[in-house]
Nanobody, 123 residues
Framework: QVQLADSGGGLVQAGGSLRLSCVAS????????MGWFRQPPGMEREFVAA????????YYADSVKGRFTISRDNAKNTVYLQMNSLKPEDTAVYYC????????????????WGQGTQVTVSS
């Protein structure tokens, strides 16, 4: 019913910036909480950031606080992840996700996932 298309990854030097985008499409898109997860090489997927439908409340993993910013433009059905001061340990495949509520999203109980976009940070 809903498809998520995430994009914007690439290779950057440490200290650089990237902005990821996630566009939602489908005929039955509802009032989903949105978020970003990442999966480093050889590791499990981990939570990065989340945002409520209103966009007023945001939540971040400790590892990215102060460096990453999640935002959304509901008119465009798009969620963004602005990543600044990137570190090599940020290297991962990043996935956007949607859930029926923030509580579900924070528990990794997401209804939809993007295909993933690769972020590589070199030193």
């Amino acid at each position: 019913q809903v498809q998520l298309a995430d994009s914007g990854g690439g290779l950057v030097q440490a200290g650089g910036s990237l902005r990821l985008s996630c566009v939602a499409s489908g005929h039955t898109f509802g009032d989903y909480a949105m978020g970003w997860f990442r999966q480093p090489p050889g590791m499990e997927r981990e939570f990065v950031a989340a945002i409520r439908w209103s966009g007023r409340s945001t939540y971040y993993a400790d590892s990215v606080k102060g460096r990453f910013t999640i935002s959304r433009d509901n008119a465009k059905n798009t969620v963004y992840l602005q990543m600044n001061s990137l570190k090599p340990e940020d290297t991962a495949v990043y996935y956007c996700a949607a859930a029926g509520g923030l509580d579900y999203l924070m528990k990794y109980e997401c209804d939809y996932w993007g295909q993933g976009t690769q972020v590589t940070v070199s030193s």
